[in-house]
């Protein structure tokens, strides 16, 4: 996944804002960020953290120290060996991959190298255990966690400090066997370090006319070319390295290594510092390292203080509640039954819905029965003895007509007159009788 590039109106902004000596955290030109150091549970793990507050943090970096006992190299087999390596996590930024090692980490890992292991600030020769056979091999793991620029400066003081943290275990040698002692049975050794080298990190814009230390991610977007320079509190240059192309005249790289000077003496002190303090932690057996950020033993980043709840006339308050509020009903309503199955509660009102509906559907069928009625008065007898005689055939004869038509039959009752008591309607009717009548005449 590639990183969202600037756009032009930012990076006229940023240009305009460097020529002014000004700079987006609020920073001067040779300020470096505020840094914290802190330290873990174990031997050789150390934070840097660079920013403004633990948990607003612009950068961070961990640095984890490691050992084991190896074939030394053949060239060089009274020596132990050290490793460098730079992860650059996708959590970081969504620039860098996962599992893939980019030229940024190819570059990181050959620079710290040259600062570390080329400038001989570590005696590799106290790592040898048994000449040609058994040496200790230090593994440095430097993982990015937040990137906002200057990714040397920040691994090559957590990589140092991490190293001055370590205690390798003790080892005893009996003529062939070596036995390697756990931190129970002797005291750690911590590894020899001759001196602390602290790369330090120019940006230049237009060509060198503008000068930034400790450049931020997006200053880097926009400078022309880096200076980095590894120097010890001696005033020793261990390495220097200029990339990007850019022409530097020699009075350039003498002001850049006077300034260098300077902050690597003030992160020097606060390295022997922090270190002074972590150790006099775990000599006093108090927290130390990262769980002394934990004082209610939990990992968490939002923390609130508790509020104090007086509890001592909690009862007397609510007694008063209680004798205030209204008192309830001693006795409910008994149910209402209007319709079997269907209960109620009080008396309601009355359900109209549907009613008027009805009462117009029933005055229409009255008239339509009262036309009827009138039309079929003279022919009623006539029909009556029809049907008389079809059903004495029907019963004579066991004959059982079924009509297939979608039309039924249709019995009214009218108790005003109880010889009128049988109406049959529509084509069914019709076709029963004609039956009827062609019987009786055969007969």
Not at 121 to 143: N, Q
Not at 177 to 183: A, I
Request: negative net charge; glycine residues 6%.
């Amino acid at each position: 996944m590639k990183d969202t590039p600037l756009s032009n109106c930012e990076r006229d902004f940023l240009l305009k804002a460097i020529e002014e000596k000004k700079r987006l955290d609020g920073r001067q030109t040779y300020d470096y960020r505020k840094m914290k150091i802190t330290f873990g549970t174990d031997y050789g793990c150390c934070f840097v953290h660079l920013g403004k507050t633990r948990w607003s943090l612009d950068y961070m970096v961990m640095a984890q120290v490691s050992c084991e006992l190896v074939a030394p190299k053949e060239s060089r087999p009274n020596e132990g060996i050290m490793f460098f390596n730079i992860e650059l996590s996708p959590m970081a930024s969504p620039a860098f991959e996962q599992g893939r090692q980019s030229e940024l980490s190819v570059k990181l890992n050959r620079q710290l190298e040259r600062c570390l292991r080329n400038s001989k600030c570590i005696d590799t020769e106290s790592l040898c255990v048994v000449s040609g056979e058994k040496v200790w091999k230090i593994r440095v793991d430097v993982h990015l966690l937040n990137h906002d620029g200057n990714l040397m400066d920040a691994a090559s003081i957590a990589a140092i400090t991490a190293l001055c943290h370590f205690r390798r275990p003790d080892v005893g040698i009996q003529g062939d066997e070596v036995t390697v002692y756990s931190p129970d049975e002797r005291e750690p050794i911590p590894l020899s370090i001759y001196h602390m080298p602290i790369s330090v990190s120019f940006a230049f814009f237009q060509q060198g006319t503008y000068l930034l230390v400790d450049p931020c991610e997006r200053e880097e977007r926009v400078m022309d070319g880096l200076l980095m320079i590894a120097m010890n509190k001696h005033r020793e240059i261990c390495s220097i390295q200029s990339s990007g192309g850019i022409m530097l005249l020699k009075e350039q790289v003498m002001r850049c290594s006077k300034i260098a000077s300077v902050k690597v003496s003030e992160i020097t002190e606060l390295l022997n510092k922090a270190l002074a303090n972590d150790k006099k932690a775990r000599k006093e057996g108090g927290r130390c390292g990262f769980a002394e950020s934990l004082p209610q033993e939990r990992i968490t980043a939002l923390r609130m203080e508790q509020t104090s709840v007086e509890m001592t006339d909690a009862t007397a308050r609510a007694n008063d509640i209680v004798q205030k509020a209204d008192a309830p009903p001693q006795k409910a309503p008994s149910p209402v039954v209007p319709v079997p199955g269907v209960g109620q509660v009080g008396q309601g009102l009355q359900n109209t819905w549907g009613l008027e509906e009805e009462e117009e559907e029933e005055e229409e069928d009255d008239d339509d029965d009262e036309e009827e009625e009138a039309e079929e008065c003279d022919s009623g007898e006539e029909r009556m003895e029809e049907e008389h005689h079809g059903k004495e055939a029907s019963r004579e004869d066991d004959v059982v007509e079924i009509s297939d038509s979608e039309e039924e039959e249709v019995v009214i009752l009218h108790p005003e007159a109880p010889d009128k008591t049988l109406k049959k309607t529509g084509t069914s009717s019709h076709q029963k009788g004609a039956a009827a009548s062609k019987k009786r005449q055969e007969k």
